[in-house]
């Protein structure tokens, strides 16, 4: 599933490829991608519009027009790619904008779990992005720890809650609390001080590295470069990694390095 490194390079993609660019087509090829809007409505918005300056929250993508704005979610396989017009169209693209100079940039998407939306003002957006927490590339210290001291329930399930903080998902949350040392099975009432700023600067580490890479790499190095192993080791210690679900996700874990307390 994409997080907030894979949204944040989907929203580098669509600057480099369409800031300034004025949508001359919208050529939506599967509407079941569309939320709450229609193909006409949908290009009678766009057309003759310039993409502005894309803002990511989280995993949302807002793709501003300097009128209504195209909200991009990418759900489980969801991904833009840059190409040209001419480029031959791949099964699972599913809304092409064609711009000016021939470029074209296209939601790819396998399983369309989520998809686009129109928002045509700031209550639109503020409607679509109720209830989502701070995100996690830009909360502070002190507001991150306050709203994860006031959830219940486990640590890892608290990380992963976009109401607690957006931006994050399985792969980030297994590979921050591995670096933080911390079980996710822990409460997350229950840690302590110190606890949370280590875990606060694990979770700022991890997200810079994963950025610049666009992904949350599978590097040796990382946690996230063994989870998938046929005998997974920890890469630090080399304990066999421990498996197990938690909300419905596989979460993967160290009991050497992420003792109970």
């Given at each position: 599933m994409p997080e907030l490194?894979?949204?944040?390079?989907?929203?580098?993609?669509?600057?480099?490829?369409?800031?300034?660019?004025?949508?001359?087509?919208?050529?939506?090829?599967?509407?079941?991608?569309?939320?709450?809007?229609?193909?006409?409505?949908?290009?009678?918005?766009?057309?003759?519009?310039r993409f502005?300056?894309?803002?990511?929250?989280?995993?949302?993508?807002?793709?501003?027009?300097?009128g209504p704005t195209l909200v991009l979610h990418f759900g489980m396989t969801g991904r833009l790619v840059c190409g040209h017009a001419d480029d031959p169209v791949e099964p699972h693209d599913r809304v092409l904008f064609t711009l000016g100079g021939g470029r074209q940039l296209r939601f790819r998407d396998q399983r369309k779990l989520q998809g686009l939306w129109l928002a045509h003002d700031e209550s639109d957006i503020d409607r679509l992005l109720k209830g989502q927490g701070p995100d996690a590339l830009a909360v502070d210290r002190a507001e991150f720890e306050q709203v994860l001291s006031a959830r219940r329930g486990r640590l890892k399930t608290a990380l992963t809650d976009q109401s607690v903080v957006a931006g994050l998902g399985n792969l980030l949350a297994d590979e921050i609390l591995w670096r933080a040392r911390l079980r996710p099975d822990r409460g997350a009432r229950d840690l302590s001080?110190?606890?949370?700023?280590?875990?606060?600067?694990?979770?700022?580490?991890?997200?810079?590295?994963?950025?610049?890479?666009?992904?949350?790499?599978?590097?040796?190095?990382?946690?996230?470069?063994?989870r998938d192993d046929r005998d997974p080791r920890c890469p630090r210690c080399g304990t066999q990694l421990r498996r197990s679900r938690m909300a419905g996700r596989g979460t993967v874990w160290c009991p050497r390095c992420q003792p109970e307390r």
């Open positions: 490194p894979d949204v944040e390079g989907f929203r580098q993609v669509l600057e480099s490829c369409a800031k300034g660019r004025i949508i001359r087509r919208v050529e939506v090829r599967d509407p079941g991608v569309l939320h709450g809007v229609d193909t006409r409505r949908l290009r009678d918005a766009l057309e003759g519009r502005g300056t894309p803002e990511r929250r989280g995993k949302w993508l807002l793709a501003r027009t300097g001080e110190e606890d949370r700023r280590r875990l606060y600067g694990e979770m700022r580490r991890t997200l810079r590295s994963s950025v610049t890479a666009g992904c949350v790499p599978p590097r040796d190095s990382w946690l996230t470069g063994h």
